[in-house]
C-alpha cells in the first residue's frame, strides 16, 4: 500500500517561521516535523511515499531526496497553484495507482500506528477520528457503533487528517481545486465510510502555541 503526505499548505497561521520555511520542514526538537511522519511509515511498512508541495515546495525536495536515507522511495506532486486537499489528491492519483493508500496531514503531529491501516477498504474511505481538541468546539462526524462515520450525531469527532481513500472516491470530480470534507460527506450519505477512534497522541499543529505544547510534551 503506497502512502501521501499532504504537505502543500502555506501555514499562514504560523508566520513568521513560514515565510522562509514551507510547514512541513519546521523542526520539533530540531526535527523537520515532516520527517516524523516519514521515519512512522516507513516503521509501518510503507515503502512508497507521495508528497505534494507548492509554497516553497523545492525545499521539500531538496531536503528529503528520493527518500533513500529513510528506507522508503519518495514521488512527489508539485501544484503550481493551490488545489485544496481534495483537489491535491486527485492531482497525485496517477502517483498513488488504482488500489487504496494511506493519507496523512503534513501538519499533525501523533503516534498513531500506521501498520493498523495496511489493510482493503470494501468502500470508499475509511477515517481516523480523535477526542475533540481545545480548538474545535463541535468536531466534525459522528461514529456509530458499527464505525460507520455519518454527518448527523449527538457526539461529534474530530478527522484527524489520517484515512484511507479508495481513488474511485474522486470518480466524478473535475475541479482542480476542491475540498475532500464535502466529498467524504456524500460518501457519507451512502454508508460508503467507516472509521474508527484514536485515542492516543495527536495534535494539529497549526500554531506556534500548539507547536511550542508538543516541543514541551517531547521534552518531559
Not at 497525485?92 to 503516534?111: H, Q, R, S, T
Not at 480548538?135 to 462526524?141: E, I, L, Q, T
Not at 448527523?152 to 469527532?157: F, L, P, V
Not at 460508503?192 to 517531547?218: H, N, S
Amino acid at each position: 500500500m503506497k502512502a501521501m503526505i499532504l504537505a502543500a499548505g502555506k501555514g499562514e497561521r504560523m508566520r513568521p517561521l513560514t515565510l522562509t520555511t514551507p510547514k512541513p520542514l519546521i523542526p520539533v526538537n530540531g526535527v523537520p516535523l515532516i520527517v516524523y511522519h516519514i521515519k512512522a511509515l516507513a516503521h509501518a511498512g510503507f515503502r512508497e511515499l507521495v508528497i505534494n508541495h507548492a509554497w516553497l515546495g523545492q525545499q521539500i525536495e531538496d531536503y528529503l531526496g528520493t527518500g533513500e536515507q529513510f528506507g522508503v522511495h519518495i514521488r512527489y506532486s508539485a501544484e503550481g497553484e493551490p488545489l485544496e486537499t481534495g483537489g491535491g489528491i486527485k492531482k497525485a492519483l496517477p502517483l498513488l495507482g488504482d488500489e487504496p493508500f494511506l493519507i496523512v496531514n503534513g501538519d499533525v503531529f501523533c503516534n498513531y500506528p500506521f501498520a493498523d491501516l495496511k489493510h482493503p477498504i470494501d468502500n470508499l474511505a475509511h477515517l481516523v477520528m480523535v477526542n475533540n481538541p481545545e480548538h474545535v468546539a463541535n468536531g466534525d462526524f459522528g461514529l456509530t457503533d458499527e464505525h460507520l462515520i455519518v454527518n448527523e450525531a449527538s457526539q461529534k469527532y474530530t478527522y484527524s487528517g489520517i484515512a484511507i481513500l479508495h481513488p474511485k472516491l474522486f470518480d466524478n470530480c473535475t475541479e482542480k481545486a476542491f475540498k475532500l470534507a464535502p466529498l467524504l460527506r456524500e460518501a457519507m450519505q451512502q454508508q460508503q465510510v467507516t472509521g474508527e477512534l484514536f485515542q492516543g497522541d495527536w495534535t494539529d499543529v497549526g500554531t506556534i502555541e500548539r507547536l511550542k505544547q508538543v516541543e514541551a510534551k517531547l521534552n518531559q
